[in-house]
Structures are given as structure tokens and as C-alpha cells.
């Protein structure tokens, strides 16, 4: 899943160059927290359905570690997540070509 979504932002990373891009992410929770707020976050919900239609999300850590890895920053100051705690499920993210 992690090197598809390297793969994918490679192909866009010409046009980031040029304009950067605003992503509003889904993501994922590590299956400890899940476990530990079963009830309280519809990650499980997101895991299912994203995953019976092939599109597989990472956690908001795991998000950022690929874009570094292709060569993409996130504006620290624009970037937000929602709740904004460790159960934090969906992120906007400006990205800009290092």
C-alpha cells in the first residue's frame, strides 16, 4: 500500500512542482488505538468500505513519511487533522516539492 501511494504521488510530483497541491486525506488508525477506542472513531467504518472498493489508507504519520520520501513537504502551518487528537482520521495537507 505505502509504495502504490509513493508511486502515485511520483506521477503528480511534476505538477506539485509547479503549483503544489491541497489534499484532504482519509485515513487509517494504527489497530492498537482503534482497539482502545472501539466506539469512539469510525476508523473501522473507513477501513471496510475504502477497503471493499480497493482504496487502502495509511495513518496520518505513515502519509507524511511517503510524501518526504518522494520529495514532498507539508506546510507544518496549514496542516490540520480532524479530531485533532491520535484519533485523527481525515487531514488537510499542503504539499510543496522540497
Aim: glycine residues 4%; hydrophobic residues 40%; negative net charge.
Amino acid at each position: 500500500v505505502e509504495e502504490n501511494l509513493k508511486e502515485h504521488l511520483q506521477l503528480w510530483l511534476p505538477y506539485i512542482k509547479k503549483n503544489g497541491l491541497l489534499v484532504i486525506e482519509l485515513h487509517t488508525l494504527k489497530p492498537e488505538i482503534t482497539a482502545k477506542h472501539l466506539g469512539e472513531t469510525p476508523a473501522t467504518a473507513y477501513d471496510a468500505t475504502h477497503g471493499f472498493s480497493d482504496q487502502y489508507i495509511v495513518e496520518v504519520e505513515v502519509f507524511h513519511k511517503i510524501c518526504n520520501e518522494v520529495g514532498l513537504e507539508v506546510d507544518k502551518e496549514l496542516f490540520k487533522k480532524y479530531p485533532n487528537s491520535e484519533l485523527a482520521t481525515v487531514s488537510i495537507n499542503l504539499l510543496k516539492a522540497k
